[in-house]
């Protein structure tokens, strides 16, 4: 690189003419000092294109509540789960623990990290894959498939059986001690490896250490239960009960569902379409379900989801919740907030470009559950968030589909609506994805 050019005063005074040369510039500079470049930026005719009636609208009750934490990915998923258990079993607001998923991730991913400390101890700690591991310690964050590898191990149980704890609804204290020990339990891993420990004494230790993250996540969240008792009353007022249920016998007799029939369909243009990837660096469970996208163009992702939707099942997807969204109103518009307009310049970068050059990135899941559909086009999308019933209306979003075609990148769908071509890709060895990838 050569070196820098640097500012001088003949530029800040054609900088200074070129702002007074603009009729518009006092006017814009008091919107925006007063209220806030959002505020200014905002447009009104928002509240038309997303108005709440839908063609095709599930019934899905309450929504839940992740409060201060990163769980997103096992909210949605279990609000899909808690969706058809309504269903079938003629009941309302049947909530599933998110607090039994949580412990069984930190402890399984713990021990996913631990190995990966290992496997990666001949690289020096600045190493970018050594790095990302380290950066990503103890974060609560995740994918569909983490949550349905949870599930297919350990499967599910009310929430009243192991109810949230103030650790659950506010992680960031127990994720900073766990990305603390993991870190320093990093060190000790990588020095026994250096010193020559063999493969006994290093699995010794690593179970060692597993054991300590269990235990301060008993301590943290509580011990899951080994048996809860099914109780509930149905929309006909009949009480149920049955006792000492596992929370896998639960799953697997009173879900009608296999995980393993849905695959979760991408649209990541940056990488070549029709095709499988694999982001192994996230998996949370060893030898359990791992994370694979099948990438294809944005009319057939939603092509799929608006089928599943209108068999009357809900979608789990992947977005960048933080792109044009009011919380307050419940808004998802990719032209909610006219910011290129407000300060005139060009703010545009197609989807492709976005992934390319780091402004894209998944950041939270959330559930479709109905879409408006005109001349079989649609036009918005009615949202199941998880952050509780002052956001939106009653918890619920709508968007539109201009921001569905710009910041949702991933939607989970049963197999039964791709092609048979597309299928077929769910048998080729996935592409492996670098940890770093903006899927993660």
């Known amino acids: 690189m050569e070196k820098p050019s640097a500012l001088t005063a003949s530029d800040f005074k054609q900088y200074h003419q070129d702002l007074k040369q603009r009729p518009d510039a006092d006017v814009i500079s008091r919107a925006v000092m007063t209220n806030g470049v959002n505020a200014a930026a905002t447009d009104p005719a928002a509240k038309v294109r997303l108005h709440r009636e839908f063609s095709v609208e599930l019934d899905t009750g309450t929504v839940t509540n992740q409060k201060q934490s990163g769980r997103c990915w ?37 021990n996913m990290f631990y190995q990966q400390i290992l496997a990666t101890a001949d690289k020096g700690p600045n190493d970018r894959e050594v790095a990302f591991y380290l950066k990503m310690a103890g974060g609560d964050g995740g994918q569909w498939p983490m949550a349905a590898a949870l599930v297919e191990k350990y499967g599910v149980m009310p929430a009243y059986a192991m109810p949230e704890t103030y650790n659950t609804d506010h992680t960031n204290a127990f994720a900073s001690t766990l990305a603390l020990k993991m870190r320093r339990d990093a060190v000790i891993l990588r020095d026994l490896v250096h010193e020559g420990a063999n493969a006994d004494q290093l699995d010794e230790k690593r179970r060692q250490m597993v054991g300590e993250v269990y235990r301060m996540a008993a301590y943290s969240f509580g011990e899951p239960p080994a048996t809860f008792d099914l109780e509930y009353r149905d929309n006909d007022k009949k009480w149920h009960r049955q006792a000492d249920v596992t929370p896998t016998d639960f799953f697997k007799q009173e879900f009608d569902v296999d995980l393993e029939d849905y695959v979760v369909v991408t649209n990541s243009p940056d990488k070549p379409l029709n095709e499988l990837y694999r982001l192994a660096s996230q998996e949370n469970i060893a030898g359990g379900k791992q994370i694979q996208f099948l990438n294809v163009d944005m009319d057939v992702l939603k092509k799929t989801a608006i089928a599943q939707l209108q068999d009357g099942e809900t979608v789990w997807f992947g977005n960048d919740v933080l792109q044009q969204m009011s919380r307050e109103q419940g808004f998802l518009d990719a032209k909610l907030y006219r910011r290129a307009e407000l300060f005139g310049i060009d703010l545009t970068l197609n989807k492709a470009q976005r992934f390319a050059y780091h402004e894209a990135e998944v950041t939270h899941a959330m559930t479709l559950t109905g879409v408006n559909l005109v001349d079989g086009t649609p036009n918005r999308w009615k949202v199941e968030n998880s952050w509780g019933e002052k956001n939106g209306e009653k918890g619920y979003f709508v968007m539109t589909d201009d921001w569905m075609d710009q910041f949702v990148y991933e939607v989970v769908v049963h197999k039964k609506y791709l092609t048979a071509e597309q299928r077929a890709i769910l048998a080729h060895q996935p592409v492996e994805l670098a940890p770093w990838d903006p899927l993660m």
């Open 74 to 110: 096992e909210f949605s998923l279990l609000n899909t789960l808690r969706h058809r258990f309504e269903q079938t079993h003629h009941v309302k607001n049947f909530e599933l623990s998110q607090n039994y998923l949580f412990f069984w991730d930190r402890v399984e991913r713990a």
